[in-house]
Structures are given as structure tokens and as C-alpha cells.
């Protein structure tokens, strides 16, 4: 439900109103933006809710708060965009620890375990692995975001300091995650977060001495390339452990 209505509802809200026409997301020329698109996003978000609320009432509040905090990221009378810090904060907390919790009580309905520290840290380590990934899809877009009046935190950072922010962010994330899987005796789990997480550092490694080179590295082809690796790696490695 999440990947396949309000995720894109989500993406065609802020196209709507961002009319991009440069590289965006996981579209290199994206189309122009047309009227049908505003009634197609609200039809996906009326589905998500009801569907919700047929799961478990209080699962369908949780999903219709997530959808109009994604709404004033990009709608133009809020627009969280225009702000580096409140946005990133917003986007990090709601798609990585908000969803988190709000799905695990969709399947569980068990607030005691939820609340437990083990499982609230649990969920900022996907926070902070966002916190180290969403910088990386603004690195692309800073003249097009600075001539809307955008003000992202890639933009505020600099290229290199994207770079060196996203790299402490997945550092520490990954530091919490390990700490949490020694302290329940999971040492395989950890090998398996390593192994998988080696092509990530690799490419990560690679685009940012490339970018060293010449800041015109910092583009689509390679924001695009290190999304699609560390989606494929990470979710491998929790499969696997999950099998």
C-alpha cells in the first residue's frame, strides 16, 4: 500500500506543484505536469486511508498524518522545502521512524513492545540511514532548487559537505544498528549487514572521489546509481536475515 498509493502520491503531489523539468526522483526527463495528475494523487490517498482504516482504525489516522505532512513538504502556502533543517528533519523522522512505528502497530497492535528503547532505537537507525541517503538526492538539483527559492540541505551544505554529512549519518546509524544486534547475540546478522553494505561503501567511495575531481560528478546518473545500490544491498541483507 505504502509503495504503491501514497509513496507516489506523494511524488506526484510535489511534481505538481515543483513543475520540474529537469532530472527528478528516478525520471531523467520528466514529463510535463497535466491537470489529471492533482485528482489521481487524491484519489491514491482516499484509497490509502480507507484501505487503513479497514486494516485498523487508528492505522488509518497514523497513514493520513503521514500524507499531509508529505503535503506541506511541497504545498506552496507552507512549502517545508524553503526551509534546509525543518524539512530534512520532517522528512527523516516521517518516512524512517514515523512509518516504522506506524507499521509495526498495523501488524502488532502491541504498544508495550513498540516502546521498548531497543525497538524506538531501532527505528532512528532507518531515520538516520534517510538522514544519510536524502541529502544525496538534492546534490543534483541545487541551481534548480535556488532559482524556486528552495532551500535544501544539500544546497546549504555544499556539494562536499553532502557528501561528508551523508557519510557521518550512515556511520552512525550503522554504529547504532550493530550495537543493537551484539546486544541480542546476533553476531551472523551483523555479518550480513556488513557484507551487504560493502557495495554501498564501495560506490559511495567511488562517486565521491569522482566528485573530488570534478563537482560536475555530483549529478542524476549518480545520485540515481547510489539510491538504486544501497536499496537493493540494504533490503538483500534484511531479507536474508529474515530467512
Same mark, same amino acid.
Given at each position: 500500500?505504502?509503495? =504503491?498509493?501514497?509513496?507516489?502520491?506523494?511524488?506526484?503531489?510535489?511534481?505538481?506543484?515543483?513543475?520540474?523539468?529537469?532530472?527528478?526522483?528516478?525520471?531523467?526527463?520528466?514529463?510535463?505536469?497535466?491537470?489529471?495528475?492533482?485528482?489521481?494523487?487524491? @484519489?491514491?490517498?482516499? =484509497?490509502?486511508?480507507?484501505?487503513?482504516?479497514? @486494516?485498523?482504525?487508528?492505522?488509518?489516522?497514523?497513514? /493520513?498524518?503521514?500524507?499531509?505532512?508529505?503535503?506541506?513538504?511541497?504545498?506552496?502556502?507552507?512549502?517545508?522545502?524553503?526551509?534546509?533543517?525543518?524539512? &530534512?528533519?520532517?522528512?527523516?523522522?516521517?518516512?524512517?521512524?514515523?512509518?516504522?512505528?506506524?507499521?509495526? *502497530?498495523? =501488524?502488532?497492535?502491541? #504498544?508495550?513492545?513498540?516502546?521498548? #528503547?531497543?525497538?524506538?532505537? /531501532?527505528?532512528?537507525?532507518?531515520?538516520?540511514?534517510? /538522514?544519510?541517503?536524502?541529502?544525496? &538526492?538534492?546534490?543534483?538539483?541545487?541551481?534548480?532548487?535556488?532559482?524556486?527559492?528552495?532551500?535544501?540541505?544539500?544546497?546549504?551544505?555544499?556539494?562536499?559537505?553532502?557528501?561528508?554529512?551523508?557519510?557521518?549519518?550512515?556511520? /552512525?546509524?550503522?554504529?547504532?544498528?550493530?550495537?543493537?544486534?551484539?546486544?541480542?547475540?546476533?553476531?551472523?546478522?551483523?555479518?550480513?549487514?556488513?557484507?551487504?553494505?560493502?557495495?554501498?561503501?564501495? *560506490? =559511495?567511495?567511488? #562517486?565521491? #572521489?569522482?566528485?573530488?575531481?570534478?563537482?560536475?560528478?555530483?549529478?542524476?546518473?549518480?545520485?540515481?546509481?547510489?539510491?538504486?545500490?544501497?536499496?537493493?544491498?540494504?533490503?538483500?541483507?534484511?531479507?536474508?536475515?529474515?530467512?
Amino acid at each position: 500500500m505504502l509503495h =504503491f498509493f501514497v509513496c507516489p502520491a506523494s511524488n506526484g503531489y510535489n511534481s505538481y506543484f515543483d513543475k520540474d523539468e529537469k532530472s527528478i526522483g528516478g525520471l531523467k526527463n520528466p514529463p510535463p505536469v497535466n491537470k489529471p495528475l492533482f485528482p489521481l494523487v487524491i @484519489i491514491f490517498d482516499v =484509497f490509502c486511508i480507507v484501505y487503513a482504516y479497514w @486494516i485498523i482504525p487508528l492505522f488509518s489516522g497514523l497513514i /493520513l498524518v503521514y500524507i499531509l505532512v508529505s503535503k506541506a513538504y511541497s504545498y506552496d502556502k507552507i512549502r517545508l522545502k524553503k526551509y534546509a533543517i525543518l524539512s &530534512t528533519l520532517v522528512v527523516t523522522l516521517f518516512q524512517g521512524f514515523y512509518l516504522f512505528i506506524s507499521i509495526q *502497530y498495523a =501488524f502488532l497492535e502491541e #504498544w508495550g513492545f513498540i516502546l521498548k #528503547w531497543e525497538n524506538l532505537l /531501532l527505528a532512528a537507525c532507518s531515520s538516520l540511514f534517510l /538522514l544519510g541517503s536524502y541529502p544525496l &538526492t538534492q546534490v543534483y538539483q541545487h541551481q534548480e532548487d535556488r532559482d524556486r527559492g528552495d532551500q535544501t540541505l544539500s544546497l546549504m551544505l555544499g556539494i562536499l559537505g553532502t557528501f561528508l554529512f551523508s557519510s557521518l549519518a550512515f556511520l /552512525l546509524g550503522s554504529l547504532f544498528l550493530t550495537f543493537l544486534f551484539l546486544k541480542q547475540g546476533l553476531v551472523n546478522e551483523i555479518y550480513y549487514f556488513l557484507g551487504f553494505g560493502l557495495p554501498i561503501l564501495a *560506490y =559511495f567511495s567511488y #562517486w565521491y #572521489w569522482l566528485v573530488l575531481k570534478n563537482s560536475n560528478q555530483a549529478n542524476y546518473k549518480h545520485s540515481v546509481r547510489m539510491n538504486m545500490i544501497s536499496s537493493i544491498c540494504l533490503s538483500a541483507a534484511f531479507i536474508v536475515m529474515l530467512l
